[in-house]
């Protein structure tokens, strides 16, 4: 379904907690504040100036005062784009975005907050570009256990992208009882349940219709979490879609202070598969000749010889084996603690990115 821009970003200003809060220095309205920054990048400098530590420290949300949790600090200094790079101004945009909010998700606090990360460099670079266009997305994790509360970064992408279908799934169903209506009147739909049962991925999968343009999985993030979600999920990433993954950094963690973040009894550590998938992607596997014109079936798949026998190379097939490519898997990009996974394009969107050179139709080997 379609949202409306105007309809879910007045309601924004409106719901109260933490959902809905956001800067006094902002523009008249988050849509207007938004505009500026989408319309224009390399404005934001002007049209949210930096603010000092003081004026900062007047858009915190106090933390918890629940042992363990980490206070949430707006960055004192949040300069220009740093570059005149377009990928660049997109990552910038995303971090003046999410801190005009009072809430500040910590996809955006890297070196501001104890705990914090910089995911408006994958965010920048891939959904800033979708802003205007009405994709379906999926995120796990509305954030009921963070200490600035729930509903950050469920604003800022309401905020990036007012013509979105945006679903927010929780494991904490009474958090989500307790901000159902804010939710809805943000045009966001809620799902309740556990990311690593498979019947309940399932019954989301059912009860949104599946086909996902985006899904973002900043859950539990445990090694089970992540990889039970996305054996289920990724069959329902949209063709050219996008599947993210946050908090890589705690899937060798076996003795956190809550529940061990590597669960799988080293089997499944999602790291490994990455690092495997990215392996499968960069080298092929039977190794081509060089020239496949040489090789007897005409495929160039032949040339086992050229690996020989050696350890690294065994140890590549057996991870080969062990965590083969998801089906459709085109590309893999790795920030610091995240990944994001792209699906093939459908033949239609091939047919359009691929149109051959003249020239290589053309090219016959003499």
């Known amino acids: 379904m379609t949202l409306l821009s105007h309809a879910t970003t007045a309601l924004c200003a409106l719901v109260a907690g933490v959902l809905l809060a956001r800067s006094d220095e902002a523009p008249a309205s988050q849509e207007e504040f938004v505009a500026s920054i989408i319309g224009d990048p390399r404005r934001l400098e002007q049209t949210h100036p930096r603010r000092d530590a003081a004026t900062a420290a007047t858009h915190v949300r106090p933390s918890s005062s629940d042992e363990g949790t980490v206070p949430n600090s707006l960055p004192a200094q949040v300069g220009p784009a740093v570059s005149s790079h377009a990928w660049a101004q997109g990552v910038a945009a995303i971090k003046r975005i999410a801190c005009s909010q009072a809430g500040v998700t910590d996809k ?15 965010y920048g670079m891939f959904l800033y570009p979708l802003h205007g266009e ?4 999926l995120e796990i994790g509305l954030g009921c256990g963070m200490n600035y509360g729930p509903g ?11 013509l979105a279908e945006l ?11 307790k901000h159902r209506a804010s939710l809805h009147a943000m045009g966001i739909h809620p799902l309740v349940g556990s990311q690593r049962d498979p019947a309940t991925l399932a019954k989301w999968m059912h009860t949104s219709g599946g086909r996902f343009d985006v899904i973002i999985d900043d859950g539990g993030h445990s090694n089970l979490d992540i990889t039970t979600s996305f054996d289920h999920l990724w069959p329902h990433v949209a063709p050219g879609g996008l599947y993210f993954v946050e908090d890589l950094q705690v899937g060798r963690r076996i003795k956190p ?3 061990p973040s590597e669960d799988t009894g080293g089997e499944r550590v999602f790291s490994d598969l990455v690092q495997s998938w990215i392996e499968q992607k960069l080298i092929p596997y ?15 798949a032949t040339d086992l010889a050229s690996w020989g026998d050696t350890p690294s190379n065994s140890h590549s097939i057996a991870m080969r084996k062990k965590h083969p490519l998801p089906a459709g898997l085109s ?31 053309n090219h016959r080997r003499k």
């Open 167 to 177: 679903w927010e799934a929780e494991v904490n169903g009474p958090c989500i009882d």
């Open 331 to 361: 590309f893999v990009f790795c920030q610091a603690e995240a990944c994001v996974f792209g699906k093939e394009p459908s033949d239609a969107m091939r047919a359009d990115a691929h149109v051959p050179c003249d020239a290589a139709v």
């Open 134 to 137: 009405t994709i379906k997305m």
């Open 286 to 300: 039977p190794p081509l000749r060089n020239n496949k014109y040489d090789s007897p079936d005409g495929t160039g």
């Open 108 to 122: 955006v606090t890297a070196g501001h907050a104890m705990g914090g990360h910089a995911y408006n460099l994958m």
């Open 152 to 162: 950050a970064s469920a604003l800022l992408w309401r905020s990036l992208l007012p």
């Open 257 to 259: 202070k809550h529940a």
